[in-house]
């Protein structure tokens, strides 16, 4: 099972990862980041394919996926 | 654990002043995942435009140089013909390329310089807060144009590849979106395709990508990537124009022989 790390001193909580995820996995977190962004986190006991696509779509390059 | 995925070398991770949802953050990321699949790092320069990416040197690990409004061309036309070696590419909005730099981009593409351009089409002038650009579609609504580009008064949008796909310097032209998954990987086939056309010497090459603003266009990020499915492919079609590898028969256009 792969899972989704996302950085989030870079993520701007855009959303566009979030549609593309075919488990529902990614969902908007209610932490604000160091510049008080809000930011998306990754649901841990959802699954993950490894589909890339949140990544794909990331504008900050901010999601990195590990197996 | 094994990395999946993770960022490219080239591309530095800082946080960027793109706005969130904005499609150059995607277009840096593509474009620095191609000079690490070419192995190109170490001898690529790039031409940053005046725009909202105007501080794209901030992100790429690579050598860049910035030019005049609308200039990239030219800049990269001298590079490229100093340094035959190196691989030269611009990075150009549609205010930048489309509008003042509309005669720089013809005459690159007509006296064939052996450069690639990319050409971030959002349809608004982002860095001057949303203002009427020489692609905005009609009734699209901006800050100068409030009731909708009426083209009685502030005439049509400029379709950028099949304008060039008239001129035989031109050898690889082609239109792709970020809207979704599947359209980015195919824009970063259609960069990777740019480099190899410059890289093999086959001369001018332009990828126009049509790249979400959401800010400007009033919408979120994800309802500005059904935008761009839904109005902005009906004014400006995806596809290759123009390849030097066949023959393809442009989209409202003549056949072009290569």
Redesign the interface.
Known sequence: M?RVSI?V??C?????C???CPHDSLTMSRHLNE?G?PTVYFKEDHPCS?C??C???????A????? | ????????ET?I?T??H?????????AH?LLAEIIDELGIRGKTIGLAPVGCSVLAYNYLDIDMCEAAHGRPPAIATGIKRVHPDNIVFTYQGDGDLAAIGMAEIVHAASRAENITVIFINNAIYGMTNGQLAPTTLLNQRTTTTPEGRDPLTHGYPIRICELLATLEGASFLARTSLS??KD??QTKEALKKGFKTQIEKKGFSLIEVLSPC?VYWRM???ES?KFIEEKMTQTFPLGVFKDWEKTVSAPGGQATKV
Request: net charge positive; hydrophobic share 40%; aromatic share 8%.
């Open positions: 792969a950085a001193g870079l701007k909580g855009c959303e566009l979030i549609p593309f510049h962004l490894g890339k696509y990544a794909v779509m990331c504008p900050e390059a999601i990195e996926i590990f197996k | 654990m094994q990395a999946l995925y993770s960022a490219p591309l991770r946080p960027s793109y706005c969130p949802g904005c499609g150059h953050g995607i990321r979704s998954p980015v990987s959401p979120s990020p994800v990537l």
